[in-house]
């Protein structure tokens, strides 16, 4: 294997800009508000679990 390789996961997505005002979507893990509105697309998280979420898929190095 060449040292050029990652092991890491690719980037995620664009997020999606925060709502200025609710209603606000549910975290899909604990199911707190999170700061994007209802209508957004796709896994919302709150802020807490998106920094869990970003400690577990980091690279070790």
Do not use: D, H
């Amino acid at each position: 294997m060449s040292e050029s390789m990652t092991y890491c996961a690719p980037e995620p997505g664009p997020k999606p800009e925060p709502a200025a005002e609710g209603p606000f979507a549910a975290c899909v893990l604990c199911q707190e508000p999170t700061e994007y509105a209802e209508s957004t697309k796709g896994i919302t998280l709150c802020p807490v679990c998106e920094w869990q979420e970003a400690e577990r898929n980091a690279c070790s190095g």
